[in-house]
T-cell receptor, first 114, second 114 residues
Framework: DTAVSQTPKYLVTQMGNDKSIKCEQN?????MYWYKQDSKKFLKIMFSYNNKELIINETVPNRFSPKSPDKAHLNLHINSLELGDSAVYFCASSRAGGSAGELFFGEGSRLTVL | AQSVTQPDIHITVSEGASLELRCNYSYGATPYLFWYVQSPGQGLQLLLK??????LVQGIKGFEAEFKRSQSSFNLRKPSVHWSDAAEYFCAVGPTGTASKLTFGTGTRLQVTL
């Protein structure tokens, strides 16, 4: 039973399209995150939600919009995709405020923009 | 600003040999330090963490790390590497008690030869 699951695992799409990635966690955690890992494996936080409320929004283009319908789900919608959006996007969760410090990651969603 | 440096991009060791992966950090207060491992096609998994107490911490899969404040280092070690340890290893630093503001290093790819 996967703790943090993301769908889809692979996305291949054309520039200008809109796409969404879904994330669900069954760990009962209050905090969820989206990370972007580029081709050089550099991992950078994009967003963090605590109990459906946005608490971290790093410098990310407005084309990226996270949505948290409940504390077990955090989806990422990307409008007008660009070549530079190609990356692996990881969803993660942690206990409230990450107090235990451990992030639980999903397996990632590899987005390729052509 | 906090930062993490992993000086070795790629390391190759023979199975059964010992391993040390280097991590240097920059942080203005008492850091919260982590090592994560990413197997191919997978998300990151926590190996171990340090935030106080004994400076030598034990983790999963036989890994350990030592916090050296004077050297701003948190190197990961394993006495005898197994072929299944081949993966990407990430060091991370953040504020004490939260995972919400972690900064990751650029990773070290470990290759294990038989």
């Amino acid at each position: 039973d996967t703790a943090v699951s993301q769908t889809p695992k692979y996305l291949v799409t054309q520039m200008g399209n809109d796409k969404s990635i879904k994330c669900e966690q069954n760990l009962g955690h209050d905090t969820m995150y989206w990370y972007k890992q580029d081709s050089k494996k550099f991992l950078k936080i994009m967003f963090s939600y605590n109990n459906k409320e946005l608490i971290i929004n790093e410098t990310v283009p407005n084309r990226f919009s996270p949505k948290s319908p409940d504390k077990a789900h955090l989806n990422l919608h990307i409008n007008s995709l660009e070549l530079g959006d190609s990356a692996v996007y990881f969803c993660a969760s942690s206990r409230a405020g990450g107090s235990a410090g451990e992030l639980f990651f999903g397996e990632g969603s590899r987005l390729t923009v052509l | 600003a906090q930062s993490v440096t992993q000086p070795d991009i790629h390391i190759t060791v023979s199975e059964g040999a010992s391993l040390e992966l280097r991590c240097n950090y920059s942080y203005g207060a008492t850091p919260y330090l982590f090592w994560y491992v990413q197997s191919p096609g997978q998300g990151l998994q926590l190996l171990l963490k340090y935030f106080s107490g004994d400076t030598l911490v034990q983790g999963i899969k036989g890994f350990e790390a030592e916090f050296k404040r004077s050297q701003s280092s948190f190197n990961l070690r394993k006495p005898s590497v197994h072929w299944s340890d081949a993966a990407e290893y990430f060091c991370a630093v953040g504020p004490t008690g939260t995972a919400s503001k972690l900064t990751f290093g650029t990773g070290t790819r470990l290759q294990v030869t038989l």
